[in-house]
């Protein structure tokens, strides 16, 4: 158990939907991080938030957002959802902004259907 | 540009005996690199990670050696065991960049 927490687990959801995905970081962490995993590929990395504010962006479209909380839980929102979003989406979280271990969840996987 | 490359989708080893994982990069700017483990319906587990000012690193029945020169890193298992067999995937960072660029993965099997 990594101490990431996601929720949920499994969403089933129709096109043109929009869901959000929830992500508790471990203890003391201040860094979230998230990542998409499609069909045979390796984890692209989305976006990098770190005790409140967006430090990076990587291929994330504009179609999806995210943020993160005084709590430093982060949610990612996917609006206008399409049948090539259907994936993994793993958060994870290290203790400081950016360069160090990162410890994941055990993810969401979206299908839209 | 697949930057962080692992060639070898799949390798089977017998219970044991050594597993070598191999990994190549291709950004200069890389100076941290880390290997996890992932387990079907499971997020990756980090494993064992090795500084750019070091080549080798070592943690219990994991070993992890860097090749600056030829951009290279290798994960050493031994003894392999039943339990260790997984994909495991090669990342790598700058200490300057947030993202963990990861390789695609090789699926050990670890065989009785």
């Known amino acids: 158990d990594s101490g990431v927490t996601q929720t949920p687990k499994h969403l089933i959801t129709a096109t043109g939907q929009r869901v959000t995905l929830r992500c508790s970081p471990r203890?003391?962490?201040?860094?979230v991080y998230w990542y998409q995993q499609s069909l045979d590929q390796g984890l692209q990395f989305l976006i990098h938030?770190?005790?409140?504010?967006?430090?990076a962006k990587g291929n994330i479209l504009e179609r999806f957002s995210a943020q993160q909380f005084p709590d430093l839980h982060s949610e990612l929102n996917l609006s206008s959802l399409e049948l090539g979003d259907s994936a993994l989406y793993f958060c994870?979280?290290?203790?400081?902004?950016?360069?160090?271990?990162?410890?994941f969840g055990p993810g969401t996987r979206l299908t839209v259907l | 540009d697949q930057q962080v490359k692992q060639n070898s989708p799949s390798l089977s080893v017998q219970e044991g005996r050594i597993s070598i994982l191999n990994c190549d990069y291709t950004?200069?700017?890389?100076?941290?690199f880390l290997w996890y483990k992932k387990y079907p319906a499971e997020g990756p587990t980090f494993l064992i990670s090795?500084?750019?000012?070091?080549d080798k690193n070592e943690d219990g029945r994991f070993t992890v050696f860097l090749n600056k020169s030829a951009k290279h890193l290798s994960l050493h298992i031994v003894p392999s065991q039943p339990g260790d067999s997984a994909v495991y995937f090669c990342?790598?960072?700058?200490?300057?960049?947030?993202?963990?660029?990861f390789g695609t993965g090789t699926r050990l099997q670890v065989t009785l």
């Open positions: 994870a979280s290290s203790a400081h902004g950016g360069g160090d271990e990162q410890f």
């Open positions: 203890s003391g962490d201040l860094s």
């Open positions: 938030y770190y005790n409140g504010e967006e430090r």
């Open positions: 950004n200069s700017m890389f100076d941290y």
């Open positions: 090795i500084s750019s000012i070091k």
């Open positions: 990342a790598a960072s700058a200490q300057t960049a947030s993202k963990l660029t």
